[in-house]
């Protein structure tokens, strides 16, 4: 195990970034809201599906047992009416590309410098785990060769691109996977940084600063999962893994610390091999069902029950080995599970540097050594597969053992919890894409590079100035504010509508948040519109007494004529008792005619024109009181002349 | 500066751009070019993109290859315990292929490249025969093609060593030719399965496939009929079997857009191999009769449908251009404009009852049908529709024939016989099931 301070100049670290954000617009090909949908709420309709190996161009069927076994694999799609339409239940060709989501690409693509092209074709990226129920996933490039500055250099920007995000699973069996299909179809921008990062930390700020960028459109989802990272890193002797789903920025210089040192420790594995002249593995399954006639571990005898048997592969010289530590507190043998795991219906193995555990004993232990004539130095691992399977486990088990003496090899990994990484699938050298047949392709003319100019938001520094200079936001403000995806409307607020830009602030900043914490509304629902049709909303400010402001608000998003009938309902403050003896003198003497023929009769229709003209602010006893006198004064006045 | 020329398609080229700031190069695959743009294949990440010729400042053309997707092909081996079948390929999207390159979708998978997207079809059935009398999107099928298509049936029906026949079809015209080889052969002794596909076999998603295979299933059951078997649900659960003269395409683009109309499907066969039947399976056995083929088809047959302000002097258009028979898709109970009862009178030039009549004097068949789909023509509920009778618009005592069908069925009845009195005879007949002699609720409510 490395501990030491990792040298990253020494090693030659090269790391690349994969940024993926998604937009808060319409979904990318239909007209469905881009919603996720909270958990436990019942999908209107279950859809059942099964997706097709497609042959390989060179017409190969020849698929491993785990391949197999997933082209039965049925795919559950929950659907929702209120996110979900026969576009996303493959049931219905695509509509044509949703045009804001194009727009803040092109914005996108303005800030970081990259080359807008001129004609670009929806592809279809062929994806077959269900997650799209097309079994492709549409995607089309919008620019390249872009760059940015930083104090440590420039980064370029390989290319931007758009494309439909894929559903979420939300539950996974062996035969069986369930997505919901809320996801499914949400724009999501890709954004993908050439390997000009040299440490963990410059990764950090390349990420933190390009997500900036993202949310200063205004126009990208909050919340967990609405940014995701993927990180390509290489060190010298290594070769390029790429990691996927780091989700937060803090960890990204653990993820990569972390996964240098697996690099470095299979580096040094495959030195060791070499040391000890090992060369080769040359792997042969021995059934070894006896062994364990008279076991108690629970794992045994459970495999034993699925009618599985129990097969022995001898390691010569390989003890210690797969007990090493590779990444902290993962093991060499960790590493050969996963990828069994991945590439077979197997759960897992055991390997002799774990053993004795899980129920398995030294007598075990001892049996086997005895049986197979072990050496003080040989290894073995020992797996629970059926028969039928058993060919597959030894060539998986094979290939990767014989693969550390490559040390390290180009793959996909997933983080997993602790920040280790785990086997996801071989880094696919170009997946297999072809244009979309359903869409026309999109041409980036003059008036729409020129329209998506226009909307160019303020670049940070630019915002803080404004915010700290005519704004008079309060450093603390200006400084949470100019980073939020509330900036632009924020600002459009405060011009446009003259609305108080700390009042404000501290609306959109704190008042929602916590609002949205103790579930009293759900942030997805506060759109630009919303927000608009309520600030632009008359004297908003003066009408609405502060401490009312996000109970109302709340109302109104659930229901926008709320606002107009709480204005009604609640205007009496305005009206002061002298208010109204001036309103009933004004509207008896409009109606003279009627008073002075009907006398005190005329009281009925008096106090209705009043109720009517102060909105109903007054108590009737009170009105019908000071009408009365009024009545009767001017009925006194009359009968003089 | 190097100029393309077409020879240079297919090629991988390198585009620099005329950029000021920074050299911008595009390598791809050409894939063709106007004098305008340019459209690659970018070799990276296989992107299609389009280039301006104005924004080029050099093309170089490289010696490098790229290896384009191929269609596989399936040899098919024999199993002498399974039904044996043939199969008959007519194109359709089930028979599409996607260029990989270029995007473009073309009607060209042999019926061997079609068995190669679904091979498990041959643990089920043993496929003697492929034929391809032709290949078409359906929209471009007539009459000639279920000339063409129905002699190849006839030939595999009178062929004791074939147990059933599935053909492949685009979706659009599928029930027209089913209908077709419904009334050109009489006397169906074998299970004809009509099969397509709503989504193209380049995809994971492509649906033909448990249609083909729900077919192949059904082969065994020996049931005798022209079948149209398609996704029964959303689902990939089951195919629904359906008497191709009462199905119908409902819906542009869904798995399951064929349903049955006034009727039941058969059955619903399972991907597992169950099958569940809403009929009685002994009903539908085979009563062993000969197969007869009389393929003759009129084609001066057409089918006009009525709607408010429609102008019934297309009639005359039709007598003018020799036509022989005609069905009305009527509204309602079957309902065309005569204004003859109404207070405020329908201006004459759109009544349709002096062109019907005319129609009928020059020995035209005019069949009416309903528009509705669903439930039976009438011609006696309201009185206007005795004036359609009297102008010689035949009702035929409240049939639930699809206009379509019916369309079909003269056109064929046309060339059967000569006096109006067996055409109208034949067309009243139940031929192949497009005529029930009851509805029950169920026939509506679980259909759509």
Same mark, same amino acid.
């Given at each position: 195990?490395?501990?030491?301070?990792?040298?990253?100049?020494?090693?030659?670290?090269?790391?690349?970034?994969?940024?993926?954000?998604?937009?808060?617009?319409?979904?990318?090909?239909?007209?469905?809201?881009?919603?996720?949908?909270?958990?436990? !709420?019942?999908?209107?309709?279950?859809?059942?599906?099964?997706?097709?190996?497609?042959?390989?161009?060179?017409?190969?069927?020849?698929?491993?047992?785990?391949?197999?076994?997933?082209?039965?694999?049925?795919?559950?799609?929950?659907?929702?009416?209120?996110?979900?339409?026969?576009?996303?239940?493959?049931?219905?060709?695509?509509?044509?590309?949703?045009?804001?989501?194009?727009?803040?690409?092109?914005?996108?693509?303005?800030?970081?410098?990259?080359?807008?092209?001129?004609?670009?074709?929806?592809?279809?990226?062929?994806?077959?785990?269900?997650?799209?129920?097309?079994?492709?996933?549409?995607?089309?490039?919008?620019?390249?060769?872009?760059?940015?500055?930083?104090?440590?250099?420039?980064? +370029?920007?390989?290319?931007?691109?758009?494309?439909?995000?894929?559903?979420?699973?939300?539950? +996974?069996?062996?035969?069986?996977?369930?997505?919901?299909?809320?996801?499914?179809?949400?724009?999501?921008?890709?954004?993908?940084?050439?390997?000009?990062?040299?440490?963990?930390?410059?990764?950090?700020?390349?990420?933190?600063?390009?997500?900036?960028?993202?949310?200063?459109?205004?126009?990208?989802?909050?919340?967990?999962?609405?940014?995701?990272?993927?990180? /390509?890193?290489?060190?010298?002797?290594?070769?390029?893994?790429?990691?996927?789903?780091?989700?937060?920025?803090?960890? !990204?210089?653990?993820?990569?610390?972390?996964?240098?040192?697996?690099?470095?420790?299979?580096?040094? !594995?495959?030195?060791?091999?070499?040391?000890?002249?090992?060369?080769?593995?040359?792997?042969?399954?021995?059934?070894?069902?006896?062994?364990?006639?008279?076991?108690?571990?629970?794992?045994?005898?459970?495999?034993?029950?699925?009618?599985?048997?129990?097969?022995?592969?001898?390691?010569?010289?390989?003890?210690?080995?797969?007990?090493?530590?590779?990444?902290? /507190?993962?093991?060499?043998?960790?590493?050969?599970?996963?990828?069994?795991?991945?590439?077979?219906?197997?759960?897992?193995?055991?390997?002799?540097?774990?053993?004795?555990?899980?129920?398995?004993?030294?007598?075990?232990?001892?049996?086997?050594?005895?049986?197979?004539?072990?050496?003080?130095?040989?290894?073995?691992?020992?797996?629970?597969?059926?028969?039928?399977?058993?060919?597959?486990?030894?060539?998986?088990?094979?290939?990767?053992?014989?693969?550390?003496?490559?040390?390290?090899?180009?793959?996909?990994?997933?983080?997993?919890?602790?920040?280790?990484?785990?086997?996801? +699938?071989?880094?696919?050298?170009?997946?297999?894409?072809?244009?979309?047949?359903?869409?026309?392709?999109?041409?980036?003319?003059?008036?729409?590079?020129?329209?998506?100019?226009?909307?160019?938001?303020?670049?940070?520094?630019?915002?803080?100035?404004?915010?700290?200079?005519?704004?008079?936001?309060?450093?603390?403000?200006?400084?949470?504010?100019?980073?939020?995806?509330?900036?632009?409307?924020?600002?459009?607020?405060?011009?446009?509508?003259?609305?108080?830009?700390?009042?404000?602030?501290?609306?959109?900043?704190?008042?929602?948040?916590?609002?949205?914490?103790? /579930?009293?509304?759900?942030?997805?629902?506060?759109?630009?519109?919303?927000?608009?049709?309520?600030?632009?909303?008359?004297?908003?400010?003066?009408?609405?007494?502060?401490?009312?402001?996000?109970?109302?608000?709340?109302?109104?998003?659930?229901?926008?004529?709320?606002?107009?009938?709480?204005?009604?309902?609640?205007?009496?403050?305005?009206?002061?008792? /002298?208010?109204?003896?001036?309103?009933?003198?004004?509207?008896?003497?409009?109606?003279?005619?009627?008073?002075?023929?009907?006398?005190?009769?005329?009281?009925?229709?008096?106090?209705?024109?009043?109720?009517?003209?102060?909105?109903?602010?007054?108590?009737?006893?009170?009105?019908?009181?000071?009408?009365?006198?009024?009545?009767?004064?001017?009925?006194?006045?009359?009968?003089?002349? | 500066? *190097?100029?393309?020329?077409?020879?240079? =398609?297919?090629?991988?080229?390198?585009?620099?751009?005329?950029?000021? #700031?920074?050299?911008?190069?595009?390598?791809?695959?050409?894939?063709?070019?106007?004098?305008?743009?340019?459209?690659?294949?970018?070799?990276?990440?296989?992107?299609?993109?389009? *280039?301006?010729?104005?924004?080029?400042?050099?093309?170089?053309?490289? &010696?490098?290859?790229?290896?384009?997707?191929?269609?596989?092909?399936?040899?098919?081996?024999?199993?002498?315990?399974?039904?044996?079948?043939?199969?008959?390929?007519?194109?359709?999207?089930?028979?599409?292929?996607?260029?990989?390159?270029?995007?473009?979708?073309?009607?060209?998978?042999?019926?061997?490249?079609?068995?190669?997207?679904?091979?498990?079809?041959?643990?089920?059935?043993?496929?003697?025969?492929?034929?391809?009398?032709?290949?078409?999107?359906?929209?471009?099928?007539?009459?000639? &093609?279920?000339?063409?298509?129905?002699?190849?049936?006839?030939?595999?029906?009178?062929?004791?060593?074939?147990?059933? =026949?599935?053909?492949?079809?685009?979706?659009?015209?599928?029930?027209?030719?089913?209908?077709?080889?419904?009334?050109?052969?009489?006397?169906i002794n074998k299970p004809v399965l009509l099969v397509g596909?709503?989504?193209?076999?380049?995809?994971?998603?492509?649906?033909?496939?448990?249609?083909?295979?729900?077919?192949?299933?059904?082969?065994?059951?020996?049931?005798?009929?022209?079948?149209?078997?398609?996704?029964?649900? *959303?689902?990939?659960?089951?195919?629904?079997?359906?008497?191709?003269?009462k199905s119908r395409k409902m819906h542009t683009s869904r798995?399951?857009?064929?349903?049955?109309?006034?009727?039941?499907?058969?059955? #619903?066969?399972?991907?597992?191999?169950?099958?569940?039947?809403?009929? &009685?399976?002994?009903?539908?056995?085979?009563?062993?009769?000969?197969?007869?083929?009389?393929?003759?088809?009129?084609?001066?047959?057409?089918?006009?449908?009525?709607?408010?302000?429609?102008?019934?002097?297309?009639? &005359?258009?039709? *007598?003018?251009?020799?036509?022989k028979g005609i069905i009305l898709e009527g509204t309602g109970?079957?309902?065309?404009?005569?204004?003859?009862?109404?207070?405020?009178?329908?201006?004459?030039?759109?009544?349709?009852?002096?062109?019907?009549?005319?129609?009928?004097?020059?020995?035209?068949?005019?069949?009416?049908?309903?528009?509705?789909?669903?439930?039976?023509?009438?011609?006696?509920?309201?009185?206007?529709?005795?004036?359609?009778?009297?102008?010689?618009?035949?009702?035929?005592?409240?049939?639930?024939?699809?206009?379509?069908?019916?369309?079909?069925?003269?056109?064929?009845?046309?060339?059967?016989?000569? #006096?109006?009195?067996?055409?109208?005879?034949?067309?009243? #007949?139940?031929?192949?099931?497009?005529?029930?002699?009851?509805?029950?609720?169920?026939?509506?409510?679980?259909?759509?």
């Open positions: 195990m490395i501990t030491k301070n990792l040298d990253y100049k020494e090693l030659g670290l090269m790391c690349g970034l994969e940024l993926h954000q998604q937009l808060d617009t319409n979904k990318l090909f239909c007209n469905c809201r881009s919603k996720l949908i909270k958990e436990n !709420i019942k999908p209107d309709k279950i859809i059942l599906r099964k997706l097709r190996a497609v042959s390989s161009e060179t017409g190969d069927f020849d698929l491993t047992a785990k391949e197999e076994q997933d082209k039965k694999k049925l795919f559950k799609y929950h659907f929702y009416n209120s996110c979900n339409c026969l576009v996303e239940s493959d049931s219905q060709p695509p509509l044509s590309i949703n045009q804001e989501a194009l727009k803040i690409s092109l914005i996108i693509s303005f800030l970081t410098n990259s080359s807008i092209l001129n004609t670009s074709y929806v592809m279809r990226k062929q994806v077959i785990d269900g997650s799209n129920v097309s079994g492709f996933q549409r995607t089309i490039m919008i620019s390249t060769d872009g760059y940015l500055d930083f104090d440590f250099g420039k980064v +370029r920007i390989d290319k931007i691109l758009l494309e439909e995000d894929a559903a979420r699973a939300i539950e +996974r069996k062996d035969n069986e996977v369930t997505y919901s299909l809320d996801r499914l179809g949400i724009p999501l921008i890709e954004l993908v940084v050439w390997h000009d990062m040299h440490t963990p930390d410059q990764v950090k700020q390349v990420a933190k600063y390009v997500g900036q960028i993202f949310r200063s459109t205004g126009k990208t989802k909050r919340g967990l999962g609405s940014i995701r990272q993927d990180i /390509n890193i290489s060190i010298k002797e290594g070769a390029r893994v790429e990691i996927k789903g780091c989700q937060d920025l803090e960890s !990204i210089p653990e993820i990569i610390n972390r996964e240098i040192i697996r690099q470095l420790s299979l580096i040094e !594995i495959k030195k060791e091999l070499l040391n000890k002249k090992i060369s080769s593995f040359s792997l042969e399954a021995k059934e070894i069902n006896n062994i364990f006639k008279n076991c108690d571990s629970k794992i045994v005898n459970n495999s034993f029950k699925e009618k599985k048997n129990a097969y022995l592969f001898v390691l010569p010289s390989f003890k210690g080995f797969l007990g090493k530590e590779i990444q902290p /507190n993962r093991r060499l043998g960790s590493e050969l599970a996963n990828f069994l795991k991945i590439r077979t219906t197997l759960k897992g193995l055991f390997h002799l540097d774990e053993l004795p555990n899980y129920g398995i004993t030294e007598k075990e232990i001892n049996n086997i050594k005895q049986d197979f004539s072990l050496k003080e130095n040989d290894s073995f691992i020992i797996v629970f597969s059926s028969k039928e399977e058993i060919d597959s486990v030894k060539m998986v088990l094979e290939d990767r053992l014989n693969k550390l003496f490559l040390g390290v090899l180009k793959e996909t990994r997933a983080v997993n919890l602790e920040f280790n990484t785990e086997y996801q +699938r071989s880094l696919s050298t170009s997946s297999r894409m072809y244009p979309e047949t359903d869409l026309s392709p999109v041409v980036f003319t003059k008036e729409i590079l020129s329209s998506a100019k226009k909307e160019i938001p303020l670049s940070l520094n630019e915002r803080k100035k404004l915010y700290i200079e005519k704004f008079k936001l309060s450093s603390q403000l200006t400084e949470k504010m100019s980073l939020s995806n509330y900036a632009p409307i924020f600002e459009k607020l405060v011009i446009n509508y003259k609305i108080n830009p700390t009042f404000l602030s501290v609306f959109l900043l704190e008042d929602l948040i916590s609002a949205s914490r103790e /579930n009293k509304i759900d942030l997805e629902d506060v759109s630009e519109k919303i927000l608009i049709d309520f600030f632009s909303y008359k004297d908003i400010e003066k009408i609405l007494p502060k401490n009312k402001f996000l109970t109302v608000f709340i109302s109104f998003v659930n229901n926008p004529s709320f606002l107009e009938k709480y204005i009604l309902e609640n205007k009496k403050e305005d009206f002061s008792e /002298n208010d109204l003896k001036k309103i009933i003198l004004d509207v008896i003497l409009e109606n003279k005619e009627v008073v002075i023929t009907q006398k005190e009769r005329a009281i009925g229709l008096i106090m209705g024109r009043v109720m009517s003209k102060t909105n109903n602010a007054f108590d009737g006893k009170l009105i019908s009181e000071i009408a009365k006198n009024e009545i009767l004064k001017i009925l006194e006045k009359n009968k003089s002349f | 500066m *190097i100029k393309i020329t077409t020879k240079d =398609i297919g090629k991988v080229i390198n585009v620099t751009l005329n950029s000021e #700031k920074k050299e911008i190069i595009y390598k791809g695959n050409l894939i063709e070019f106007t004098d305008e743009i340019i459209k690659l294949k970018l070799i990276d990440n296989g992107y299609n993109i389009g *280039i301006l010729q104005k924004d080029i400042k050099k093309i170089e053309i490289l &010696d490098e290859k790229v290896s384009l997707g191929k269609i596989t092909s399936k040899k098919t081996k024999e199993n002498k315990d399974l039904p044996n079948i043939v199969y008959i390929g007519t194109g359709g999207t089930i028979g599409t292929h996607v260029d990989y390159v270029t995007g473009a979708v073309t009607m060209c998978r042999t019926p061997e490249e079609i068995i190669s997207t679904t091979p498990e079809i041959e643990n089920i059935i043993n496929i003697k025969k492929i034929e391809s009398p032709f290949i078409k999107a359906s929209e471009d099928i007539y009459y000639k &093609d279920w000339q063409k298509l129905s002699e190849i049936v006839y030939k595999y029906l009178i062929d004791d060593t074939i147990d059933g =026949i599935i053909i492949t079809h685009g979706t659009d015209t599928l029930s027209f030719t089913g209908s077709a080889l419904s009334f050109m052969i009489e006397n596909a709503q989504r193209s076999p380049d995809r994971a998603s492509f649906d033909g496939s448990q249609n083909l295979i729900c077919a192949s299933i059904f082969i065994k059951e020996k049931i005798p009929g022209v079948f149209t078997v398609m996704h029964g649900s *959303i689902n990939d659960d089951y195919c629904e079997v359906i008497n191709s003269v798995r399951d857009a064929f349903k049955a109309i006034n009727s039941q499907a058969i059955c #619903k066969v399972y991907l597992d191999g169950k099958i569940k039947y809403n009929l &009685d399976k002994e009903n539908l056995k085979n009563k062993n009769k000969k197969p007869i083929l009389n393929n003759f088809f009129e084609e001066k047959t057409a089918l006009i449908k009525l709607y408010p302000n429609s102008d019934p002097s297309i009639i &005359d258009w039709y *007598i003018e251009k020799g036509y109970l079957g309902h065309v404009p005569t204004g003859q009862e109404d207070k405020e009178k329908l201006p004459a030039e759109y009544q349709w009852v002096l062109h019907i009549k005319k129609a009928t004097e020059k020995g035209i068949v005019v069949i009416l049908s309903s528009q509705c789909l669903f439930g039976r023509v009438n011609g006696k509920v309201y009185a206007n529709l005795r004036y359609i009778a009297n102008a010689g618009g035949e009702y035929l005592d409240s049939h639930d024939m699809l206009p379509e069908v019916a369309l079909i069925k003269l056109g064929i009845a046309l060339k059967k016989f000569n #006096k109006r009195e067996d055409i109208i005879n034949y067309m009243k #007949k139940n031929i192949s099931g497009e005529i029930t002699d009851k509805e029950v609720p169920e026939y509506y409510e679980e259909s759509i």
